[in-house]
């Protein structure tokens, strides 16, 4: 019986994950979030850039961006990966890829 239990909690443990998560959101304010969504093109990858650059505000006064995280909502092998900025900057560039002949459907959050 205990050889049974232990087998089942290995098979329940094997988990995949395919979202993009880059830093923490642990006691951070949310400065940003949108949910980007491109139809698909037949055959080819979707490749769309997203731009944010944290406000000029008093507020934001020495403040830098402290966590993003990327949900892919289409469960497929769509990528979200930053190609500037980013943590420890006021800005960030975040380039997803979506698979071939897929929607491109992601949720993003950033936290300064």
Same mark, same amino acid.
């Given at each position: ?14 988990? @995949?994950?395919?979202? +993009? ?12 979030? /949108? ?6 093109? /037949?055959f080819r990858?979707?490749? @769309? =850039? ?9 507020? =934001?006064?020495?403040? +830098? ?8 909502? +289409?469960? +497929? ?36």
């Amino acid at each position: 019986m205990k050889l049974f239990c232990l087998f089942v909690v290995i098979l329940v443990a094997v988990v @995949e994950c395919k979202h +993009t998560i880059i830093g923490t959101n642990v006691q951070r304010p949310q400065v940003y979030h /949108a949910i980007v969504e491109y139809h698909a093109w /037949a055959f080819r990858k979707r490749v @769309e =850039n997203l731009y944010y650059t944290m406000p000029n505000l008093p507020a =934001n006064a020495g403040r +830098t961006i402290q966590g993003i995280l990327a949900y892919d909502l +289409t469960n +497929t092998d769509a990528s979200a990966n930053v190609t500037q900025g980013g943590i420890g900057y006021n800005y960030v560039n975040l380039r997803m890829k979506s698979s071939r002949g897929e929607n491109l459907k992601f949720d993003v959050y950033i936290y300064a």
